[in-house]
């Protein structure tokens, strides 16, 4: 980047007004493209699978964020490594996207093997002065927090991690994740910015108008709204509603599942927000008929009206854990007007396919509502690259967590600015 | 665009020589393209539609014209309205390109409705503090001359659209284009600049050797000749064609039809151009024997033998009026090498297909020269951009309004860059 | 290019490290590969073609080079000669890409017409003042080595081409390439840069673990080997091969064929290098067996285990002549990450398809190999994308061409950037 892209860029996020949705450079520039890619994809941590990936020694699981291409790999220890993708030799990508398993990481141009460890095991024709110790893979900073793995591609990682660590797995543990199976995972190409997908992600004002499968579990008053606005009726359902999130809460938590608000979105690098919300009808499950969908839970609560804990974290995820099944979302930048959108099915790692669960049924809602948020992100950038477009107010009561999203952005380049 | 882009695009400008076609980079330059989308499309009067596209109250047909999407939209007091196609709460593009009935503009991402007059109608949990009235939709500068549909995206549109008006209306009223229906539309992406799209219908050098179809209606000397290189034969028959031009035009005027040529091309910001030209043969329409390809007369006007009124505008469009129809072409760019090109064919509203015309006679003369026209401009672009291209000179006698095009978008980028 | 970005450049090729790849810029970088295409391949001798493709008078062939188009055609004299596919009038390509028959360059757009020797010969409309003795067709330097076409878009074309001339026609001269037909061409895009293209060719260290077809004729030790990793097996089969290179080539030379190494490949404009080796098991030809392809020598030279004289070029070109057939490959690049790897098969004129040779046995090893190397390309250009990437130690032992390549690459940089 030249000087004179930095300064108009650093003038671009000072110039941003609060309340308001970004100015359209930020959605649509190359050049924010790249910084993006490495300031926030490159310096933060990234969440981009599940152990139940990597579940066994030798499994591999080959993620690509950007142009970056990383190898997470469980060794015989029962460690989970990662690595970047990249040979030391002539930098050939070893292992192609997706999943594996291996016994060394090979690369396939002229043969050089690395271990699990990363180090250099085999190579020929290099000479005498070759070191093959200073030739091992270069490592990728991993942390897994309860069971979600998160990557940061940076060789200096924020060490607010703990933090999150510390909070989140009392929350997560009771749902098992990291003895949970996958029954299905899903990509979908969203043609808009990342931003636009992360912001389209913190808020349900649109779920009313665009999602008629995810609102029969949704409460209708679950994401806020204009308490000004409600007739008595009005009043009447919503206070039922908030009566509602605090019964169960207080019934979940003096059963020993943590379900509390924790909201560290803002003011941080490792951005991040948790809470349990009750699911309207049963209570059970993100199905069409509220119920679970498979009979085998997949935590150790009982309690099949568990609702769904959500955790959201910045700048990449969003996850749903429920009594019978996990959902987890990773949005992966392809290009200032593309993201890759990849969601994860779980279910109790006995639980089989046919008998336990009936796959449509365990999908249907997400899918359906994947497909309509990746419409609506896709006018959202249409209308982003139009000269007429300028920054809109957010609404105080439904996009309250979509103006933490855009602050904890414009925050972070600031700080990669300075 | 940085300082150093705009001096080396400054000192192109300069540098132009008249009577020569332009310097490679305005026809591949990514970066004159982007110019050419703010100085030129977003500042002059651009041909779009006609008024048959949004014939009733609540129709709207939806324009795009690079990255900016335009609604055109006929309210309830038989106005044509036209507002930029983005939602002003997060700019979502509204309405999808292309023809469409509404009552309201509603905007499918939080259901914010405009009124057909641009007004926000309806929105939610926006709070006491939001004003609605500072969130209309941003109005489109428009007029329609003769039933023609121009837009202008500037705030400031150049006013002599008000001379083009003037002149152009008595020459349209005839042919009664507000009155016709649309018996096709067709579009082609011309795999070119759009200054080679134009430059391309500002000649018929091209014709003889390429148009088949095409030359049959037209007269061989109709666009222009060398007189020196005519053998006594070729001045005979160039003389009997100016006569005809001459008699016809006499004939034409003294029943009320204004045909006589007024060329305003350069010199101002709307360029135009008119004038009615006979058909060889029968003398009555473009088609493969030159008889009308509709039994019923599009305008008021009994004489069959009525030639073809051309209309040209600057910077993007062509039309010509028949006795017996009516077509439209707007070149609308997509890229620095990708063109849309839009040819709209007009009837009487009352002709009804298959009785009073058959679709294929009526458009095979110009889907065949459209096609032609699409190859010769595909391979003007390839020679653009090879670094071998030089301006070479264009011809005194048959490219004159090629010259006038290149002189006119000259004087257009010289008044945007002082 | 502005003066930030072409001191960035300068400053990576001063920085480039001897016995290491590049720099990943080198690889990815768009404004690198514009000033690749335009002081490599813009200003240096470029292999694209062998003259059985313009066989007889009026026989033309187009070749795009980059943005550049270029036709060579064989003139009435039976000189080959080239021009720029541009015309003089509007610019427009002439002919496309391929082969073709002439009997004058055409300009379809407004018929301008050139002889085969580049003169305006037909041109209508333009004036007293028009002159068409300015207006030939731009020429392209162009040289014929043993039937190899080189061709230069400077017009200055390096004059060291001579020497290679000098060097290679007697070399090239025993295998009758002039008097060869084309047996079979193909093309194959390959996802990564030229240079990555180039670098695969100019090694084998590769060969062992990808090319499974290729490595039956190839002896294991042909292209280089760590002598000190060997065991007392491998050096004596190593010593085998040194002394039946060196017997076999005293062999051919003593028959009047020229076969010793020749190696120019730095220091100079124009690299090239050249060696006659021995195939393995019958020394015949490039084949699943060995044995030759065709029934025909395609040369004079009777011996059929002729081994393979390879002839390799800077910038982009690799051939191998052995007794029964010619094979020649050209990359040409397409961008920072694509090139076209041109593949041409030439024989005996007289030998016949099905009679004297089966198709399918005489293309198949290179088009399984072409194929293996364009896989290994891609996964290199991948890696020099990632982030991660950093510049790595050739083999001393196996990979010294690929370092001349290289060396020879950022020598033509520093003179051109001088």
Redesign the interface.
Known sequence: M???QDKSIKSLVEQRIPGK?LD?AFYTSDDIFKLDM?EIF?RHWIFVAVEPEVAEPGDALVVNVG???VILVRDDNGDIRAF???????????IPEGATMIGNIVC????WTYGLDGKLKFY?????E?KPGC?SL?PVALRSIGGLLFIC?SDNPPTDIDDMARVMEPYLAPHNLREARIAHQADLIEEGNWKLTM?NNREC??C???HPELTIPLFAYGF???P??LDEQGRAEAQRYTDLVDASCSRWEGAGVPSREVDELTGRPTGFRTQRLPIDQSGESYTMDTRAACRIPVGAVQDKALGALSFWTQPNSWHHFMGDHIITFTALPLSANRTLVRTTWLVHKDAVEGVDYDLERLTEVWKATNQQDAD?VA??Q?????????????????EGLVEKFAAWYIERLKDSLA
């Open positions: 030249t000087a004179d949705s359209a490495r490159g142009l970056s291409s970047h993708n990249v040979c030391r030799h002539r930098g050939a990508r070893m396939p141009y002229h043969s020929e024709h290099m000479g005498a070759f030739n270069k591609l912001e004002y649109h009313g108008p665009n806020g709204f204009s000004t606005e609506l006018i959202a249409q209308g982003a690259e139009d000269p007429a477009y300028e920054p809109g107010f957010y609404s105080p009561y439904t």
